[in-house]
């Protein structure tokens, strides 16, 4: 079945970093794929998302490529806030029928903590 | 519009009792869904409603649970005869049909003691 690999945290970065939080997928198909995040006490917001090949997501400085050929869907961002402190998750959608939305595979998440 | 809406936010139940959340979605969104999340993992998928018809099921849900979604607008989760595994984060989240994006509820929290 559908799964997506993230990898494993808490990254601790000091403001202005560079993040790179890789995320690999398995799917059958053309999945689309997804960032998500979730702040502290809050609910899951979409980040940014790609829906075939070669397509870039980007919103807030977050930027994602759609990588096939090596299964990826990286997250980076240039310099990093003490704002972005959040859960991260990748996911894909698995889309049985084209253009309709399907269920989500989460990853596990990465925890990311950003500091003074 | 205010987003998803879930209810209640936080439910500590005893062992063996039956519980419901209720998950209101997006007006003119036609898919909602529901997930579970236990901590440090994400999201596992449980089931999902297209207008009032439930189209899909997780082999996650035991027959203890059951999700309803009678007029194709709000849904409701219950579980029957809790346990401690039960314990977890569930989340409801809309679509509109096209859309590939979701927008989640800030989920009820249940613990079962």
């Known amino acids: 079945g559908d799964s997506v690999t993230q990898m494993e945290g808490p990254v601790t970065l000091s403001e202005e970093a560079f993040l790179t939080i890789n995320c690999t997928y398995t799917?059958?198909?053309?999945?689309?794929l997804f960032w998500y995040v979730q702040y502290p006490g809050e609910g899951l917001q979409l980040l940014l998302k790609?829906?075939?090949?070669?397509d870039k997501g980007s919103n807030k400085g977050f930027e994602a490529t759609y990588r096939k050929e090596t299964t990826s869907f990286h997250l980076e961002k240039g310099s990093v806030q003490v704002s972005d402190s959040a859960v991260y998750f990748c996911?894909?959608?698995?889309?049985?029928?084209?253009?309709?939305?399907?269920?989500?595979?989460f990853g596990t998440g990465t925890r990311l903590q950003v500091t003074l | 519009d205010t987003g998803v809406s879930q209810d209640p936010r936080h439910k500590i139940t005893k062992r063996g009792q039956n519980v419901t959340f209720r998950c209101d979605p997006i007006s003119e969104h036609n898919r909602l869904y529901w997930y579970r999340q236990t901590l440090g993992q994400g999201p596992e998928f449980l089931t999902y409603?297209?207008?009032?018809?439930?189209?899909?099921k997780s082999r996650l849900l035991s027959d203890r649970f059951s999700a309803e979604r009678p007029k194709g607008s709000f849904s409701t989760l219950e579980i029957q005869r809790t346990e401690q595994g039960d314990s977890a984060m569930y989340l409801c989240?809309?679509?509109?049909?096209?859309?590939?994006?979701?927008?989640f509820g800030s989920g009820t929290r249940l613990t079962v003691v």
């Open positions: 790609a829906t075939k090949a070669d």
């Open positions: 799917a059958t198909g053309y999945p689309s």
């Open positions: 996911a894909l959608s698995d889309e049985k029928t084209a253009g309709t939305a399907s269920k989500l595979t």
């Open positions: 409603f297209q207008n009032e018809a439930q189209l899909e």
């Open positions: 989240a809309s679509s509109f049909g096209t859309d590939y994006g979701y927008t």
